[in-house]
């Protein structure tokens, strides 16, 4: 599994953005994938994932009311809008898949797929 994350910018606080994230290769391993990011000199944290049944999803209390995760099945795509952005959320954000079926996706270590990341920046 390949995937490709895009859409990262420079926005204002209370701005939004929105991230893309296009899987390829063995696709039929990506129904339940997540995003995470990493600010700098801190560790990658969950910040919103797809569960295993329709319509499970689940969302790190920094970004729940803020951010919502959704996806294309037909393109392969995932995406996470981003509104009322804050100074905070600015990190390398990094869209990622579990390759075991039932894995925990709010979990980081359950993921073996991961994208390239990338950059959100938010000013004040």
């Known amino acids: 599994v390949q995937l490709q994350a895009s859409g990262g910018g420079l926005v204002q606080a209370g701005g939004s953005l929105r991230l893309s994230c296009v899987a390829s290769?063995?696709?039929?391993?990506?129904?339940?994938m997540g995003w995470f990011r990493q600010a700098p000199g801190k560790a990658r944290e969950f910040v919103a994932s797809?569960?295993?049944?329709?319509?499970?999803?689940y969302y790190a209390d920094s970004v729940k009311g803020r951010f919502t995760i959704s996806r294309d099945n037909a393109k392969n795509t995932m995406y996470l809008q981003m509104n009322s952005l804050k100074p905070e959320d600015t990190a390398l954000y990094y869209c990622?898949?579990?390759?075991?079926?039932?894995?925990?996706?709010?979990?980081?270590?359950?993921?073996?797929?991961w994208g390239q990341g990338t950059l959100v920046t938010v000013s004040s």
């Open positions: 990622a898949a579990p390759y075991r079926l039932g894995a925990d996706t709010t979990l980081i270590h359950e993921y073996d797929f």
């Open positions: 290769g063995r696709t039929s391993r990506t129904y339940a």
């Open positions: 797809f569960g295993w049944s329709a319509g499970e999803t």
